[in-house]
């Protein structure tokens, strides 16, 4: 089985260290990936309210035959929806038709600043047990200290772009100095450089896949990895991360991509 591995959260929660992720899922895969990653062992899905299949994914959830507690279900806020956070985070609960999501995050800054404004909206909607854990997306570290400076509750999560190719280490540094989780996306790079040479002489090597060998680079840098596909046999294929390790010098090979 695989799909397993977990990283807690400041809230206590544990969060898979894999998610299937669902921007631009489209044709058959929008409305079965969800089983198929589930039926594979993935327990955890990404998905927001700009991607617009809030409700492909609840429908997934409630026909694959999991048990709702065992998923963890990672939404976000619309920048259109910042001036309505309550009724937008609600609205996305009646699309997913679920009673609480187990994370909600504000999915880019809504201008210059770390929406101050929004934050303590989501503050009482995790008190009142809706959002289990809330976060942020596309935070720069500058943001990420504003909100830390002002929150109540400290943001759990920072879903950022992370592979690779696109390494944002000090984000990554920063938040795991002040115990907030990363959550990477597109963690394939988009798929648009995994022949690299470097990558693929470690798959080589390890009978791995390319993907596969970009994915465990990103679970080894302690974050959850959340690769989009709409393909069964790739969305199977990228959850067998948990088998394999990749040493230190492949680390470290990898490491100098980005
Ligand atoms: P598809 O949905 O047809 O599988 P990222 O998660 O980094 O944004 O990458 C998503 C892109 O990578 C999608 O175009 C997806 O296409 C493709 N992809 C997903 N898994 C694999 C894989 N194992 N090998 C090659 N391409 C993949």
Redesign the pocket.
Known sequence: MNGQATIKLNTGAEMPALAL?T???SGT?REQ?VGWALEAGYRHVDTAAMYGNEQFVGAGLRVSGVPRDAVFVTTKLAGWDHVRPREAALESLDRLGLEHVDCYLIHWPGGSGADLDVWPVLEELHTERRLKAIGVSNYPVPLVQELLDSADVPPAVNQVEM?PFTHPRDIVAACHDSAIAVQA????????R?DDPRVREVAERLGR????VVLRWGIQHGVAV??????RE??E??GRLFDFELGGDDMASLDSLG
């Open positions: 992720g921007w631009r899922l895969g990936a592979n996306y597109s963690p394939l790079g988009k798929a648009s995994l896949t390319p993907a596969q959340l690769p989009k596909s709409g393909d790739r969305i294929a990228n």
